[in-house]
Structure formats: C-alpha cells, structure tokens
C-alpha cells in the first residue's frame, strides 16, 4: 500500500519557470490537500479538494494552481516560479466522512523546492 | 498570522523526563485539536487528537491536556525515548461548513531526547 506519493523530492527553479508537483494517492479518499512548510511557520495550506472536479483555496493560495479530474490525483502547478516559493511542499489526504472535516491527514513525503 | 501559537520552539530533554509542549489559540469556534508528529524526512503523522468535551486524553506514554477556558492545550511524552526525538506540530480546526479541511498548524517544535 504505497499510501500518498509525492514526486519529485527535490527541484531547483529559476525564477520565473513553471512547474507542477505531483500527488497521487491510492486510498481513494475524497479530500486531498496541498500545505507548503517554513521555519517558523508550521504548515500552511495553500489549496485543498473534497472530491474529483471540486477544488479550494486556503491560507496561501496565491501564485498556485490545482485542479483534481480524478480522486486519484491532485497536481499542484506553480505558474511562474519566485524564491518566496522555496518551501517543502506536502500533499495529504484523507476520507471524507462527515460535516466535521478531515480527521485524520496522511502526509506524503514532500517534495523540497529551491527557486534561484 | 498564525491562528494557534505553539512554544517552545525546541527543547531537550534526556531519555525518562518529560517533554512538554503548548499551544494557546484565539478562535473560540475551533473544537478539534489533533497532534502531528515528523521525522527528518517524512510528513507529519497524526499523533493524537482531543475534542474540547473533555480535558485529557492519554494514548501510551502521549498525554493532552485540555484547557478550553484558558483556549491552551499541551503534549506531555512521559518517559521519553531517543526514538521520540522528531518535530511535533499542534493543530487546530473548527468544523463549520466554510471552513471544512482547513486546519490551523502551530509553527513546530523540535524534541531531542538524549541517551
């Protein structure tokens, strides 16, 4: 059970490059998120889906795109890369149960991302 | 800014103490409040949660503690091992519609258990 896959691990970016991030998970669970990590900052969300075709913005959206065609896969696009984006990056999943929301996040292993 | 504060920033504690870890929040709507823990390397796994209908929960040598009129909770690791040593995030969220997935993170602390 592979669980939530992340790939790559590492990227280095010149500002102003586009790139995409891919999630896939193999749970079939209906909410799917993107946070990014800082020192100092925890995790922030930056966009999430409750279900194939439904997506979200949170905390930090600005400067990234997703979309999700399938429960399987949720790609986070970055249009024009800028060193403020140099992150760790997690996707997460999680099924989706009742009004209360997500109680149970599976994290993948990130991908770390430099932009010069 | 951040939505839940969560001190200290880093601690270490020797192999048996005790860690200790808090975290204060101002939305009074949040009323779920889980515990991520991360290993160089890795996503966060859920640790333990705790709803504010009780005070204390405990999960083996994991313990929260729950102080819904202060809006504080903390992670107490009892008898802590080298094995512990990894980044804790505290968490919270509240579970009105138009904020369903959106969880608040504390920035982090590191834990280094010493032999």
């Known amino acids: 059970n592979a669980g939530v896959t992340q790939t790559p691990k590492f990227q280095v970016l010149k500002t102003g490059q586009s790139m995409t991030l891919q999630c896939a998970q193999d749970m079939n669970h209906e909410y799917m998120s993107w946070y990014r990590q800082d020192p100092g900052m925890g995790l922030r969300l930056i966009h999430y889906?409750?279900?194939?075709?439904?997506?979200d913005q949170g905390e930090v959206p600005n400067g990234y795109n997703v979309s999700r065609s399938t429960t399987e896969d949720f790609p986070l696009r970055l249009l024009s890369a800028a060193p403020s984006q140099t992150s760790v990056y997690f996707c997460?999943?999680?099924?989706?149960?009742?009004?209360?929301?997500?109680?149970?996040?599976?994290f993948g292993s990130g991908t770390q991302l430099s932009v010069l | 800014q951040q939505q839940v504060k969560q001190s200290p920033q880093s601690l270490i504690v020797q192999k048996g103490g005790i860690s200790i870890i808090n975290c204060a929040y101002e939305?009074?709507?949040?009323?779920?409040f889980p515990w991520y823990q991360q290993f160089p390397g890795k996503g966060p796994a859920l640790l333990i949660a705790i709803r504010p209908d009780v005070s204390e929960k405990k999960e083996g040598r994991f313990t929260i503690s729950f102080n819904k009129s202060a809006k504080q909770f903390s992670l107490h690791i009892m008898d802590s091992q080298p094995g512990d040593s990894a980044t804790y995030f505290c968490a919270a969220k509240r579970t009105t519609t138009d904020s369903w997935g959106k969880l608040q993170f504390g920035a982090g602390t590191q834990v280094v258990v010493t032999p």
């Open positions: 997460a999943s999680s099924p989706f149960r009742d009004t209360r929301g997500p109680e149970k996040l599976f």
């Open positions: 939305n009074t709507a949040f009323d779920y």
């Open positions: 889906s409750v279900g194939a075709g439904i997506t």
